[in-house]
């Protein structure tokens, strides 16, 4: 063996790595947007949100520093804040598991083999497709204004409807309403995992005797709990989140008697009306870390609950 054969194969390999780098520049280069995007669009605005979190800012005039100022005045001098906190715990706790359990229903529904399933699909999701945008918003304030069509229908029966939107008792169950009519992502999903659960499963229950309600609790239920756990988190955070339906409802005050203000619609109330920028970037990192709260308290309860196909 000459030193030709051993050296050629070396220097082959040598040489290998060029090419890979290059790929990987290639590759750097093609995300160079999707970075711009991130630290322009994304961790910028991020990192400046919690320097203003802490100043006194309107948006005319320089920030001026002031601490944990606008977070201790939250907790113990703005009573609306409170309000606003109340009332969008409220909808979340009311509105999520009854949006779930009706994407459920509904969900076991079509999953039995009808004629035209993949039409009743569609119309049931439809409402997810619009149920975020003004327009349907603006709709549901004509539903169940005083002269709605809710009132009109009540009236067939000779019951006079108060006015659903105008009165603080019933204004905030209107839009849990609105909330629970907006099932269909979450009916697609638990579509989705039912159509997982094996077949043979309810045969054996079948032979057993078992009912369809113990079929549904002791087989469907077990094997989605990764896909209702899944929709849990989802529906939490975007409750939280929440904004057009209340802004359109209330007219962007929050009303009546602030039975509607939600926490996004109080904090675009302070940083866009009361030009109080630094308090409202306050009010989204406490939004941030509630929503994070929320989040792992859900991670560290799915351990009790939510069962893997993987495990034993």
Not at 226 to 250: E, H, K, M, R
């Amino acid at each position: 063996m000459t030193a030709a054969d051993i050296v050629g194969p070396l220097t082959r390999s040598a040489a290998q790595p060029r090419p890979r780098r290059r790929q990987s520049l290639v590759g750097y280069l093609f995300l160079l947007p999707w970075f711009g995007g991130v630290i322009l669009l994304t961790a910028g605005p991020l990192l400046a949100s919690l320097y203003l979190s802490f100043t006194n800012f309107d948006l005319l005039q320089a920030p001026d520093w002031v601490g944990l100022e606008n977070y201790i005045r939250m907790f113990t001098a703005d009573t609306r804040f409170m309000r606003a906190l109340w009332v969008t715990l409220t909808y979340v706790l009311l509105g999520v598991p009854l949006n779930l359990a009706f994407a459920l229903l509904i969900a076991v529904l079509l999953n039995q083999k009808v004629r035209g399933l993949g039409l009743f699909r569609g119309i049931y999701y439809l409402p997810s497709l619009l149920g975020g945008s003004v327009a349907i918003a603006v709709l549901w304030r004509q539903l169940f204004g005083r002269d709605g069509v809710v009132n009109e229908a009540l009236s067939v029966f000779g019951i006079v409807g108060p006015n659903w939107i105008g009165m603080p008792q019933y204004a905030l169950y209107t839009l849990i309403l609105l909330h629970v009519w907006q099932f269909g992502s979450a009916m697609v999903i638990f579509l989705a995992g039912l159509q997982q659960v094996p077949g043979e499963l309810y045969e054996a229950a079948d032979i057993d005797g078992a009912s369809n309600w113990r079929k549904f609790w002791s087989i469907t239920l077990p094997l989605i709990t990764p896909v209702l756990f899944f929709n849990l988190v989802l529906g939490i955070i975007n409750s939280f989140q929440a904004f057009t339906s209340a802004y359109i409802v209330s007219g962007g005050t929050g009303g009546p008697a602030d039975s509607t203000m939600f926490y996004t619609l109080y904090l675009y109330q302070q940083g866009f009306s009361n030009f109080r920028m630094g308090y409202a970037s306050a009010m989204g990192w406490v939004l941030l870390a509630i929503i994070a709260a929320f989040t792992a308290v859900n991670f560290l309860a799915s351990r009790k609950w939510v069962f893997y196909g993987d495990e034993r």
